[in-house]
């Protein structure tokens, strides 16, 4: 799947994706996977709906979707690369993704996100309907060795 807008463009053929600059970030970059190992980045691609944002050729963006194409999906590892935010990049990937057709019609789709709230509202999300029955298993420091 590919979407143009202009010279921006979002497609979900593993083969575009730059991993060295996905890796780069993630690890040493990102909030929440900073230490991550390679390894542990290439196998998350390859068991992932990933989604390349590319700009002029590029790729300046990214996210992935963790799911199981039927009742649910995670999404994560959505970023923007620093010099490239402001201009509307991360509203255009998001929207890509919510659209993507494998995407519809699962009861639920999950995120986390500690500062972009107002992005994803804009596509529907909202706080946990009843947090009461979330939980999760969490290891904050799992790629620190």
């Not at 995120?111 to 992005?119: C, E, R, S, V």
Request: proline share 3%.
């Amino acid at each position: 799947m590919i979407t143009n807008d202009s010279s921006f463009q979002v497609s979900t053929d593993s083969s575009r994706l730059d991993v060295p600059m996905i890796y780069r970030f993630l690890s040493e970059q990102s909030t929440w996977a900073v230490g991550i190992s390679r390894a542990v980045v290439e196998r998350s691609l390859e068991n992932s709906l990933c989604f390349g944002g590319f700009l002029d050729g590029r790729q300046i963006a990214f996210a992935r979707v963790v799911t199981d194409y039927a009742t649910c999906a995670h999404l994560c590892d959505v970023f923007v690369l620093p010099e490239y935010r402001g201009h509307g990049y991360a509203k255009l990937l998001i929207g890509v993704v919510m659209r993507h057709p494998s995407l519809q019609r699962l009861r639920r789709i999950t995120l986390n996100t500690t500062d972009a709230h107002g992005l994803y509202e804009r596509f529907g999300f909202t706080r946990l309907q009843r947090p009461e029955t979330a939980m999760e298993l969490y290891f904050p420091n799992i790629y620190v060795s």
